[in-house]
């Protein structure tokens, strides 16, 4: 469905579940594991990268929530 965005877990990462996400015009977000050593460093080099200069040029949002309740306090950073 377009403008919806898919979390998947590894499993997404393949290129045919990869490719129906895209061509109904979706977004997604994929789990990305330390097993795969070059490419998990090449995300995470980006990310400081990135953070250290503020996403400058990048286009990005930010939202931070924090909630409480069933007794206990969730903070998410997205």
């Known amino acids: 469905?377009?403008?919806?965005?898919i979390t998947i877990d590894a499993m997404g990462t393949?290129?045919?579940i990869a490719s129906q996400i895209l061509n109904a015009k979706a977004d997604y977000v994929?789990?990305?594991?330390?097993?795969?050593?070059?490419l998990y460093g090449q995300v995470k080099n980006w990310f400081e990268q990135q953070l250290?200069?503020?996403?400058t040029g990048?286009?990005?949002?930010y939202d931070k929530r924090v909630e409480k309740g069933h007794?206990?306090?969730e903070k998410r950073q997205i």
């Open 30 to 38: 994929l789990a990305l594991k330390g097993n795969h050593p070059i």
């Open 58 to 61: 990048i286009i990005h949002s």
């Open 71 to 73: 007794h206990r306090t």
């Open 52 to 55: 250290s200069q503020g996403f």
């Open 1 to 5: 469905m377009p403008g919806c965005i």
């Open 14 to 16: 393949q290129t045919a």
